[in-house]
């Protein structure tokens, strides 16, 4: 029963000690009146200051296109404090500009804040737009409460903002970690699809064919195995595919950039792809050639059967004429065999006669054989006397040297020379001594023809 007495006894001191404490709170702002009965009242004086009492120089810095990069200010020489200045952008910049943090003037110098643009994928997409030149806004001074309200106009290109973007990419992208996270990864999908579907990519091998079918003259034939075997062909006709230098999938450098980042073993593969495809149209190209060859070899043949087909014709139309002509012949034999006869009795009297002939043959063969004698003896006596008429010319020329070169001593005359006998021919050994002529060989006597 204590227990419960001290137990309500604590919430109602509790309880007044709560009420006091908000009705103090609330009467702590309220004017009051003093001991003395007079009422006091607190005054603020306030009074607006302008751009010039506080700013010497307030400007917007900008490149050679026009895009704000900074803002420049400068506080008032005589200024006693440091003020301090906030800055707002408004307008359509105000998107695409970093929060501006204040700036507390505490010495002479010309301040340069630096206006830091803050692009995102999908407001990079918007910049893309060929309609929308530049962004354009305001940049706002504020001190105390927009007692100095200065604003200046500021815009930027679309080219600028895009480059700050890619700046910023190349600036933090070193850094940055590859991220395995799956939903992380779908979400980058997304973002990726998004900007790519913005932009129409060009294509390459639009409308063109990986292959194409071409006719082309073969003239080096004989380099084929098989082509060694045609003789009368010197070239031929075959369809060979051409790879188009453009091939499929032929992607600009752009492209080949996105495909490297998300799969960089992927087009190695395509190029292997391709050399794969190559090698399998240079196979197919020598197998349409020796196709070729093959049916030329065909051809050739079919050319080669009527021609023998022709031949064949014409050795039969010979074989005819050769059997009329041996049946000419056998008949032309039998008159010859009758002729043969008679010819055997022509013969036996021409033996007869050539044994007469012998005789005088053998006479006339002795009587050369003394005439060449002679001749031998008359051409040995002319020698001797050309060298006896020698031996005397010398003399005279001896005799003439020794008396002085006189002209009077007469000249011996030379004996007239022996005539030779005509038609004998001279000796190998001696060239001026005719030799006997040779013996004319003996006659054969005539043969009978055989009888057939």
């Known amino acids: 029963m204590k227990s419960n007495l001290r137990g309500l006894l604590l919430r109602s001191v509790a309880l007044l000690a709560g009420g006091a404490l908000v009705g103090f709170a609330f009467l702590i702002n309220i004017d009051t009146h003093s001991w003395f009965t007079s009422k006091a009242m607190q005054e603020v004086k306030v009074t607006a200051a302008t751009t010039s009492d506080i700013l010497e120089h307030f400007a917007i810095e900008k490149d050679s296109k026009g895009n704000a990069i900074a803002i420049e200010i400068r506080k008032k020489e005589n200024l006693d404090h440091s003020p301090i200045l906030y800055f707002s952008v408004e307008g359509e910049a105000e998107d695409y500009v970093l929060h501006i943090n204040p700036v507390k003037l505490e010495q002479q110098n010309t301040y340069i804040i630096p206006i830091e643009p803050n692009i995102n994928p999908v407001q990079w997409v918007d910049l893309t737009s060929p309609w929308k030149g530049e962004k354009t806004g305001t940049i706002k001074i504020k001190y105390l409460n927009e007692y100095i309200n200065e604003e200046m106009s500021i815009s930027f290109t679309h080219a600028y903002l895009r480059q700050k973007l890619l700046e910023d990419i190349n600036r933090k992208g070193v850094g940055i970690e590859r991220i395995s996270d799956g939903k992380a990864l779908e979400e980058a999908t997304d973002l990726i699809t998004f900007i790519s579907e913005s932009f129409e990519w060009e294509e390459n091998n639009k409308g063109m064919r990986m292959l194409s079918l071409e006719s082309d003259s ?200 022996a005539p030779e006998t005509p038609d004998i021919p001279e000796g190998p050994e001696n060239p001026e001594v005719p030799q006997e002529p040779e013996k004319p060989e003996e006659e054969k006597p005539i043969q009978e023809p055989k009888e057939p």
């Not at 190559?278 to 050639?289: H, Q, S, Y």
């Not at 005819?320 to 041996?326: G, R, V």
């Not at 008679?342 to 043959?361: F, P, R």
């Open 218 to 417: 073969i003239y080096d034939i004989e380099r084929f195995s098989i082509g060694s075997e045609i003789e009368n062909i010197d070239s031929i006709e075959v369809d060979r595919f051409i790879v188009s230098s453009n091939m499929i999938l032929a992607l600009t450098p752009h492209q080949s950039q996105i495909i490297s980042a998300i799969s960089y073993k992927l087009l190695p593969h395509i190029e292997r792809l391709y050399g794969t495809i190559e090698d399998l149209v240079a196979i197919l190209n020598e197998k349409l050639i020796e196709i070729g060859i093959l049916r030329a070899q065909v051809e050739e043949q079919g050319i080669k059967i009527e021609e023998q087909l022709g031949k064949i014709e014409e050795q039969r139309a010979r074989i005819e004429e050769l059997e009329k002509k041996e049946q000419e012949l056998t008949e032309k034999n039998e008159e010859l065999d009758k002729e043969n006869l008679g010819l055997i009795d022509d013969i036996e009297a021409l033996n007869k006669d050539k044994e007469s002939l012998y005789g005088d043959i053998e006479a006339l063969a002795s009587r050369n054989s003394t005439l060449s004698s002679e001749n031998t003896d008359i051409a040995r006596e002319n020698s001797q006397l050309r060298a006896e008429i020698d031996r005397l010319n010398r003399q005279i020329e001896e005799l003439r040297s020794n008396s002085g070169g006189g002209g009077n001593t007469p000249e011996v005359p030379k004996e007239p020379e």
